[in-house]
């Protein structure tokens, strides 16, 4: 099936979702080590871990990990869809504008990357014309957004309704609008090999962690020694304790980044069988989304699946460079699936290409529905309070202060 928007009206109106599995490998190779992201230990001072649990596959059950989470995957896609905004497709967001702050390293940031998205904290403590965002004509409408008439997200920012967003200070001690993700993708590492540990001799409570073993060391050029007495304190560090303040600590070289590090191994990095990549565009969450009726709610129902199938197939352009010893590759070239409501399924023909036409022909239908697109992203500025707890964050960070490390050793 050759998807155009017509097809694509039909099927977002009557079928269940489109969905696509596709497997990848290492781009070392097919057992090749990987590093999936890690998490927190259970009590102090427990080492970092990764997230494991037993999933079933066909008539046996098999040990899985998670490579890639559907809130990471969702951060991943919407950096594939501003860098399809980079290259002229008209996809509406909103951006808050640094330039002119001074502040180091930061430009802007859009509702693409703000962690609430369009409800974020970033946008909301910003000014649209002068006047607090929220309090804008434009802020409110947002505010009063609901699934039973979505329009303003979808002309201002509708990546908020295709990967979700919370007002969560809004009206009603966080009752305020509020939109389920409507695209799912998550990377998980299938039959893993695991260790089973003891976690507690008394309880003989048990825990799953990796087989995989990951070493760590340093040697320092200069050759400082451990014994080495070293003072830490209001003024930087010194061999002198009086140099560094009345707050003086002694500390180890290791703490201001000298000396070495003794060879050490944790249970790090894992292999599998395979990776597997599940994407899911649930047309049913789509048709919880109304905007207007009759041909709107067409319009700009087609107009989100087309955005997703955008950013599906920018992020098999773009690659799965996810972190650090854990780059990916497709293996193999897997079709998208049209779900129909009975469950039966029948194949997708779509390329990069194809998506970035279809999104624009989607783009001008909804337009001529009656939305309403600027051609110019939303722009805010910060305010001056948001712009001053920023500047102090970067002082404290520039002077070693005030991180959460040493947050937790006073709360310790």
């Given amino acids: 099936m050759q998807l155009d928007l017509a097809a694509l009206q039909e099927v977002v109106s009557s079928a269940a979702a ?11 190779g097919k057992g090749d080590k990987i590093f999936p992201p890690t ?46 905004i980079g290259e002229g497709l008209p996809i509406p967001y909103v951006v808050v504008d640094f330039g002119s702050t001074g502040l180091d390293g930061i430009s802007r940031i859009t509702s693409l990357d703000a962690p609430h998205r369009v409800y974020d ?22 505010a009063k957004a609901k699934a039973e008439d979505a329009s303003a997200l979808l002309e201002i920012s509708p990546t908020a309704l295709l990967f ?3 007002h969560s200070t809004g009206e009603g001690g966080g009752l305020g609008a509020k939109f389920a993700r409507c695209l799912t993708s998550e990377i998980v590492g299938v039959d893993v090999p695991v260790d089973e540990v003891l976690a507690n001799p008394r309880t003989g409570e048990t825990e799953f962690r990796t087989a995989g073993r990951r070493p760590g060391s340093r040697i320092d050029p200069l050759g400082i020694l451990r014994k080495v007495e070293v003072y830490k304190g209001p003024n ?59 041909d709107k709610n067409s319009a700009g129902r087609s107009l989100l699946a087309a955005l997703g199938l955008v950013a599906l197939t920018d992020q098999d352009a773009r690659g799965y460079a996810l972190r650090s010893r854990c780059d990916l590759v497709c293996d193999g070239r897997a079709p998208l699936e049209l779900v129909n409501a009975d469950g039966g399924s029948e194949t997708i023909g ?29 722009r805010l500025t910060p305010q001056d309070k948001l712009v001053e707890i920023v500047r102090r964050s970067q002082e404290l960070a520039l002077q070693g202060e005030g991180g959460e490390d040493e947050e937790a050793e006073r709360s310790a």
Wanted: positive net charge; hydrophobic residues 40%; contains cysteine.
């Fill in 39 to 84: 998490y927190p230990g259970e009590g102090r001072n427990a080492p970092p871990r990764h997230v494991y649990e037993r999933r079933r596959l066909g008539d046996r059950e098999a040990w899985c990990v998670l490579v890639d989470s559907v809130q990471s995957q969702a951060n991943r896609l919407e950096e594939c869809l501003l860098q399809a």
């Fill in 121 to 142: 904290a970033i946008l909301r403590d910003s000014l649209l014309d002068g006047e607090e965002f929220m309090k804008s004509d434009v802020g409110q409408a947002l």
């Fill in 18 to 28: 489109i969905r696509r599995r596709q497997f990848l490998q290492p781009v070392g």
């Fill in 164 to 166: 979700g967003a919370w």
């Fill in 236 to 294: 930087g560090w010194s061999t002198d304790e009086a140099a560094v303040g009345k707050k003086a600590k002694k500390v180890r070289p290791s703490e201001i980044n000298h000396g070495n590090i003794a060879p050490s191994i944790q249970p790090l990095g894992v292999t599998c069988d395979h990776i597997e990549h599940t994407f899911v565009l649930s047309f049913a969450g789509l048709r919880r989304l109304r905007f207007g009726g009759g």
């Fill in 350 to 378: 779509l390329t990069r290409d194809g998506a970035h036409a279809l999104f624009r022909e989607a783009h001008s239908s909804a337009q001529a529905a009656g939305f309403s697109f600027s051609a110019e992203p939303l």
